[in-house]
Nanobody, 116 residues
Framework: QVQLVESGGGLAQAGGSLRLSCVGS????????MGWYRQAPGNQRELVAS???????NYANSVKGRFTISRDNSRNSVSLQMNTLLPEDTAVYYC??????????WGQGTQVTVSS
């Protein structure tokens, strides 16, 4: 059974930093793309950043230059370093992993709150 377990959310002040981590288990093969989405109250879930198995990263325009995604294929893990946080970064952040068959797995979500 595949599981994604996130950690690292919490409260930060504007301009501060947080690091999110997500470790996957139960994968037969290393996932294809992994990444992070977020959902703020009243909003749709949106892509924050994704990274392929080869290390190619993609970012939402709103986080470019502030957030960095990284991945450890040996641990099926993905991390998100978030710097220069803004109040509008407040959301529940979800880790995702895409299997080679195209199925998307989700973590349980971790709350990030940025105070002004």
């Amino acid at each position: 059974q595949v599981q994604l377990v996130e950690s690292g959310g919490g409260l930060a002040q504007a301009g501060g930093s947080l690091r999110l981590s997500c470790v996957g288990s139960g994968f037969i093969f290393s996932p294809d793309a992994m990444g992070w989405y977020r959902q703020a109250p009243g909003n749709q879930r949106e892509l924050v950043a994704s990274i392929t198995g080869g290390g190619r990263a993609n970012y939402a325009n709103s986080v470019k230059g502030r957030f960095t995604i990284s991945r450890d294929n040996s641990r099926n893990s993905v991390s998100l370093q978030m710097n220069t946080l803004l109040p509008e970064d407040t959301a529940v952040y979800y880790c995702n992993a895409d299997s080679h068959s195209g199925y998307r797995y989700w973590g349980q979500g971790t709350q990030v709150t940025v105070s002004s």
